[in-house]
T-cell receptor
Framework: GAVVSQHPSRVICKSGTSVKIECRSLDFQATTMFWYRQFPKKSLMLMATSNEGSKATYEQGVEKDKFLINHASLTLSTLTVTSAHPEDSSFYIC?????????FGPGTRLLVL | KQEVTQIPAALSVPEGENLVLNCSFTDSAIYNLQWFRQDPGKGLTSLLLIQSSQREQTSGRLNASLDKSSGRSTLYIAASQPGDSATYLCAVTQAGTALIFGKGTTLSVSS
């Protein structure tokens, strides 16, 4: 089956620094990738839709200047959390679409101190 | 706007019981529905995917049904085991869109 990887799996950073999270489709090409965020005991919430070669589409309430998304190739999308603050601490999960089915990465746990 | 609801929010059962998790959605114009499992602090594991034209899917002890017209899906787990303890998420997609998730049902199976 299709495999999606994320790197890193866990990251701890100081407040004010930027963190980059990579999402890769390992054995298929994905023109569309999605970024989700999950706070403790909450459901996954879509943050943005990442389309290869074009600007990402952000959901309402998600700051595009804070969460920079780059989808430079058909197998890689990156999410950069700029000037991270403790309230950005969360579980970030990406997914990539193949034949109308979404395949999820294992997630990245971000802790901002 | 599509909304997905899962009932119950939490469920505790003794090992060996059969159980049913419920999922409902407000807009029946879905492309497919998926059931996922999430262990604490982990990513999602896809359990079953039901296309809109299908009525059910089975995998081992799991059976998922879909009644698109009434906006409902159920996940049936037979002969539950402690290893089944996790949060189960239901999600729907409409053509070309991201998944819309329910809040999940947290299952605890005691030995």
């Amino acid at each position: 089956g299709a495999v999606v990887s994320q790197h890193p799996s866990r990251v701890i950073c100081k407040s004010g620094t930027s963190v980059k999270i990579e999402c890769r489709s390992l054995d298929f090409q994905a023109t569309t990738m999605f970024w989700y965020r999950q706070f403790p005991k909450k459901s996954l919430m879509l943050m943005a839709t990442s389309n290869e070669g074009s600007k990402a589409t952000y959901e309402q309430g998600v700051e595009k200047d804070k969460f920079l998304i780059n989808h430079a190739s058909l197998t890689l999308s990156t999410l950069t959390v700029t000037s991270a603050h403790p309230e950005d601490s969360s579980f970030y999960i990406c997914s990539a679409t193949s034949q109308e089915t979404q395949y999820f990465g294992p997630g990245t746990r971000l802790l901002v101190l | 706007k599509q909304e997905v609801t899962q009932i119950p929010a939490a469920l505790s059962v003794p090992e060996g019981e059969n159980l049913v998790l419920n999922c409902s959605f407000t807009d029946s114009a879905i492309y497919n529905l998926q059931w996922f499992r999430q262990d604490p602090g982990k990513g999602l594991t896809s359990l079953l995917l039901i296309q809109s034209s299908q009525r059910e899917q089975t995998s081992g002890r799991l059976n998922a049904s879909l009644d698109k017209s009434s906006g409902r899906s159920t996940l049936y787990i037979a002969a539950s085991q402690p290893g089944d303890s996790a949060t189960y998420l239901c999600a729907v997609t409409q053509a070309g869109t991201a998944l819309i998730f329910g809040k999940g049902t947290t299952l605890s199976v005691s030995s």
